[in-house]
Every structure is written in C-alpha cells, then in structure tokens.
C-alpha cells in the first residue's frame, strides 16, 4: 500500500476520518485486507476498484451498516467502530433509489429532521433549503415515483445533506444513471461538496468518474490499498502492476531494462519506481503518450481510427502483429487512414515495467 | 367461462339468501313468503352472540399476534439475515402440511394444561387466539412476502437507519408504509380463517361462530344459514376494502423501484 499526504479540499465545517487496519471476512473471503486510509476534513476520497474489491464493504462499515472484524474507525478523533449506524451522523447516497416510496421528497428530506425533533416549520424550511441547493425546489410535494431516475439521486443527496452529517457517503450513486445525467450530477455532487465543505467518501468502479471528482482516489484490489493519491500522480506514476493496468487504457510493448530505463522500439524511456530493473520486461504505455506519424516502409499500418470529439484514438498494427493504441488531439491525425503506414515515437515520460 | 364461474360462485350465496328469508306459508295462498324474521332471531340465541363476540376478539387477537411476530421477523430476516429466508418460509408454510387433526392432537395436553391451571382465562375461547396465530402463518406469509419483494427493502432500512431511525421506527415508520398492502391482506386472510375455523375450535370444545352455527344448524337452520350469510357478506366487504384502498402505497413502491434513470 502506498499513500500520499491528505490535503483538506474545501474551507468547511469537515472532519477527519481515518481507517486504522480494517479487516473485514465473509467466510473464507478477506473483504478487507488490511486497509488503512487517512482522510482530511472536507476531503472527497473516490476508491475506485472492480466489483468484489472491498470498497462497497469499507464504505458501509464507515456509515456503520456493516462491521469490521479488525481495526478501528475514527471520525473526528473519536473512535466509532462499534457505534450502531443510526447514532454516527452520516449520510449516505446509495447506488439504488433509497427514497421512501410513501414519502414526498419534502418529507423523504426531512424525515432525518424529524427523528433529531426538529419542529415542523423548521424542517419544512430546511427540507426546502435542500431540495432548492439540488435544484429541486419546486419538485418538494412529488412522490418518488412521480422523478427520474436523475431527480430521485438529487433528493437522496439532499436527505443526505439535511442531517448535517459528519461525513457523506455515496456509494456508486450515479451508476444507475445514463451517461449525459451521470456527468451533470457528478459536477453538481462536487460543486455541492466543495460549497458544504463536508468530508466525502465517494465508492465507484467508474476511473473517469473517480478521476474527475476525487482530490484523491484510492485504488483497491481484493480488500487492499494499491494506491492513493491526486489523480493526475495516480494516472502518471502508478505504483503497481494493478494501478497501471486498471486506471486508464495502456498499451503493454515488450522492452529491456537497463540501468533504470526500458528501450521500447529503439526508444529508451525512464522507468516509473516499482518497475522492472533489469532484463526483458513488459511496458504498460498510456496511449497519449505514443505518436505516430505518416512514414513509407516502417511495417506499422494505421488498423483503424476512432473520433472521439477534440481526440482521435487510432489503432496501429505492428509487423508482428500486436496492435497499439495511441491517442492525440484530432488535428493531428489528418493525415492518417486506415492502410497508412506509420513510425511509431514515443514521449518521453516515464512509464511502469512488468519483468517477463 | 366468466359467466359459469361466477354461477357457480354465487347460486349458493342466492341460495343460503332464498332459505334464509323464508316466512311463514300463507294459509290461504299456500305461498312462501319472504321475511327477515331468521336474521332478527340472531339476537335472540346467546350462545350465538357469544360465538359471534369470541370468534371476532379471536380474529382481532390473531391478527394483531400473527402481524407482531411476521412483520419483525420477515423484515429483520431480509434487511440482517437473509440466508434465513427459505428457513423462515419453511417455517410459516409447515401449518398448510400438518392436518387439523393432527394439531389438535398434539395440542390437545397444553390446552388441557392451560384449562386447568389458568382457571377462567384457560377456559376462555380467546386461548384459540395461540393456535389461530400458526393456521394463519402460511397464508399471511405470502400476503406479505410479496409485498417486501416489491421495494428495495434491505436498502430502505439502511437509508432509515443512516438517517438515524432505530430498528422499531424503521420498521413502522419506513417499511410497515410500504408493505401496507401486504399487511392488511394477511390481516383480511387472518380474520376470513378465523371466521372459518370450525375443526379445532370443536375438537377443543370451545364455542366459536362456526361452532354454534353447526349447533344451530341442527335446532333451526334458517338462523344458522342466516349467520352464515352474514359472515360470507362480511368477508366479502372486508375483501373489497382491502382491494380498494391498500394497494396505492405497494404500487408506489413498485413503481419507483421499477422506474428507468
């Protein structure tokens, strides 16, 4: 497990929380292997990782709706491992659509009002205040059934918020969305989060989703922390094997390692730390960090292009038959067709090694 | 087809209606006349009254006994346990196996129990309330089943439970609201079996409805019919109430549940 230092995100009322070792088995299955993470008030954490991961299973054992066998919670410095979940203070957003089908969203945002014995007029107001903040403040007499998809997330978020919780949990709460309404709500989640300056632990399996609204994200694999750190150091200098290969698309081109560089295709590149250190190796390459250009007689053909907006992914096929994947702004692929061929360059930025 | 099934479900209703509200034979006509006369004399048979009176406390005790152990149960086996389930379903379903007599028979020794050491209380036809609360588990079981598999209910408690409701204000603020088509069909289920019940509560000697109606039945027949006329009618009225009011709220849910992004 590697980490970085936690930096608070946001100037608000956040709390620290901290996982000390957690452990967590389901029968023979280690969900949680250990994992430690330190998180900063006002911080928003995203863990990213592939289902089974353990990152669901942390997140529940934060908000108290599962234990750990092992291990310690912390929030704010006080220690809630064993507090039952209704006595911790937290919101959460779930991945299914949680609202109380017999409620309003009024009454579905107030309902935490309530059971804290707020007075009618004041949860009214503050049920209001919220729904206006999501942006739905003219939506508070609807039933759950009555909104979107998009729309029911929004006063899940704003239940959330109501309570005035120590810590917001949203556990994979735009999966359910479609692409255009998942974009729209993720920055409006975000801008939500950086105005309350709440602490955030945000689970997801989506790395563009985590990417674009972590201060960190956390990567994990079978119950354990890969990595954790700003997502431009996660993308740029994966620590492991794993985070090279989960986050973002690579390219794996065969090479040797000699005295901390890897020669790829007659181009020497610096080695990430954790590479290989000597012999063949295999490089894991992002594909916005290969280049190719027009050139007769170099074996490589242009496979096959795809335009995606201000970027073009093209697919180069090698004379050996393995196929790359580079990716640049569109403008510099006009010359490129299918059948072109192409010498293959790379950046010189560093990149992770696997040892044959 | 339509037209065959509801003859055959209604022509004995017409028929228990026709030889209940019998007259007297006109001495001169010689013709029936029709006359309310059986349905007035109900009042006039204590034992029936109190039949009637015991087998709806009955009813009302069973109902509120069966919904306390059911509802808790099956909403803490899906939301904490729910490899339990199939165990819990066994359960409620093992009365629908067992015979009448063959629960009597077994028992027949705690009533008898009872009988003797709670003195007026062991005696009274409300202890039926007991063994009607497991003759009605199989089928307020499923009435509720359904209605639990129709909302999110494992994630409705733990957003009730993140927002800090405890387990009992979970349970009836959240979950019991949602399922309340379930709820009051096992209710409507229970009162209708109750109402019913003739085999245990005559084997055990106490004086239910049904069983004073069997009685009735052999010293005047039009009352016994009468009574149970009305008793059909009022299951039936029971029946129509539920179909019309309960199932908004198992809808919403459904439907919410069901709703695309």
Same mark, same amino acid.
């Given at each position: 497990m590697t980490s970085t230092s936690p930096t608070p995100a946001a100037a608000g009322h956040g709390v620290a929380v901290v996982f000390e070792e957690m452990h967590r088995w389901y029968g023979p299955v280690h969900a949680l292997d250990g994992l430690s993470i330190d998180i900063a008030p006002g911080e928003l954490i995203a863990l990213l990782g592939p289902s089974g991961c353990g990152k669901t299973t942390a997140l529940r054992a934060l908000g108290g709706l599962d234990v750990v066998d092992q291990g310690r919670i912390l929030v704010d410095g006080k220690d809630m491992t064993t507090v039952p979940a209704n006595k911790r203070n937290m919101g959460i957003v779930f991945q299914a659509y949680s609202l109380f089908p017999n409620m309003t969203a009024r009454d579905n945002v107030a309902y935490g009002l309530r059971l804290r014995g707020v007075d009618a007029d004041a949860r009214k107001k503050k049920a209001d205040d919220m729904l206006d903040l999501v942006g739905l403040g003219k939506q508070t007499t609807r039933y759950p059934h009555q909104m979107s998809g998009g729309q029911q997330q929004r006063v899940a978020l704003a239940r959330a918020l109501a309570i005035e919780p120590k810590v917001l949990l949203l @556990?994979?709460?735009?999966?359910?969305? @479609?692409a255009k309404v998942r974009r729209q709500l993720r920055e409006e989640i975000r801008r939500i989060q950086i105005m309350v300056g709440i602490t955030t632990l945000f689970v997801t399996h989506d790395q563009e989703e985590a990417l674009a609204m972590g201060d960190r994200v956390g990567v994990m694999s079978q119950g354990r922390l890969e990595q954790i750190a700003a997502p431009a150091e996660l993308y740029d200098k994966p620590k492991t094997r794993f985070v090279a290969e989960f986050v973002g698309l690579t390219n794996r081109i065969d090479g040797t390692v000699e005295a901390g560089r890897i020669n790829l295709l007659g181009t020497s590149l610096p080695l990430l730390p954790?590479?290989?250190?000597?012999g063949h190796a295999t490089a894991l390459v992002r594909p916005e960090s290969i280049r190719l250009a027009a050139q007769t007689g170099s074996g490589a053909r242009v496979a096959a292009i795809s335009f995606l907006g201000s970027m073009c992914r093209v697919q180069a096929a090698m004379p050996s038959g393995e196929i790359l994947i580079a990716q640049m702004a569109a403008s510099d692929f006009v010359s490129l067709q299918p059948g072109t061929e192409v010498s293959v360059s790379f950046l010189p930025a560093p990149v992770f090694a696997i040892a044959d | 087809m339509l037209v065959a099934v509801l003859a055959y479900l209604i022509l004995p209703l017409i028929a228990m209606l026709e030889f209940s509200t019998r007259g007297d034979v006109d001495p001169v006509t010689k013709a029936a006349t029709r006359s309310l006369q059986s349905y007035a004399a109900i009042f006039s048979y204590p034992n029936l009254v109190d039949g009637i009176i015991a087998s709806l406390e009955i009813a009302a005790l069973t109902v509120v006994g069966m919904l306390a152990i059911l509802v808790p149960t099956m909403v803490w086996t899906v939301v904490r346990v729910p490899r339990m389930r199939r165990v819990v379903e066994f359960l409620c379903l093992l009365p629908l196996a067992i015979p009448a007599i063959v629960i009597v028979v077994g028992i027949a020794p705690i009533y008898r129990f009872i009988g003797q050491h709670l003195g007026p209380l062991g005696a009274s036809p409300l202890t039926l309330t007991f063994i009607d609360i497991i003759l009605v588990l199989p089928y307020s079981y499923r009435a509720i089943d359904s209605s639990l598999r129709g909302i999110d209910t494992a994630t409705l408690a733990d957003a009730a439970r993140s927002l800090g409701a405890s387990w009992p204000r979970t349970i009836f603020e959240v979950i019991v609201p949602n399922i309340r088509g379930g709820v009051l069909s096992a209710a409507v289920l229970g009162i209708a079996l109750v109402l019913g019940e003739f085999t245990i509560s005559s084997l055990l000697s106490f004086n239910t409805v049904q069983v004073v109606i069997y009685l009735l039945g052999k010293r005047d027949p039009f009352v016994s019919v009468a009574v149970s006329l009305l008793a059909l009618v009022f299951a039936f009225v029971l029946l129509f109430v539920i179909s019309r009011f309960a199932p908004g709220a198992d809808n919403r849910a459904q439907r919410a549940a069901e709703e695309p992004a």
């Open positions: @556990d994979e709460p735009l999966s359910a969305l @479609d954790g590479s290989a250190t000597s | -």
